[in-house]
């Protein structure tokens, strides 16, 4: 749930924070800085050129915080909503395709990919464990 909302609102100072990214990779060299740097620069010409377009960002982060609320339900009663921690871990193993069949097309350089598809990754890890602990407590629920 953190994760979720902590990742939607950095969409909302999108300017702010790929200059922030690109500064901060400065020392780390090529292509990581090349990256930082280029899309820091693209962003910053969109929100000078075309700022209406970063609503659709704000709807991304909205996005983010509402699918966030989905998990309290599975926080409240596990074992009734264990289908919202399903849920999220088909979701997080969508983000594969999308980071490696999609991105190729939006010009997205392959050590981003694997930068991006490590949050369908990370992600599951935890919703994995909570799933498994919802399936041992479903088991005591339904012992005599």
């Known amino acids: 749930m953190v994760a979720l909302l902590l990742s939607g609102l950095t969409a909302v100072p999108l300017e702010w924070g790929t200059r922030w990214l690109a500064g901060l990779t400065v020392s780390w060299g090529s292509p990581w800085h090349e990256w930082a740097a280029y899309s820091a620069e693209a962003v910053a010409h969109v929100g000078d050129t075309y700022p209406m377009l970063f609503y659709g ?3 991304l982060a909205f996005a983010h915080v509402v699918i966030a609320l989905a998990f309290i339900g599975p926080y409240r009663d596990p074992v009734r909503n264990r289908w919202v921690v399903q849920w999220g871990l088909l979701c997080c193993l969508l ?3 999308l980071a490696f069949l999609w991105a190729p097309v939006r010009g997205i350089p392959f050590f981003w990919r694997c930068v991006d598809a490590s949050f369908g990754v990370i992600g ?7 799933l498994k602990r919802i399936d041992k407590l479903a088991m005591r629920r339904s012992d005599p």
């Open 57 to 59: 960002t704000d709807w």
């Open 95 to 97: 983000v594969l395709p």
């Open 124 to 130: 599951a890890l935890p919703l994995w464990v909570i």
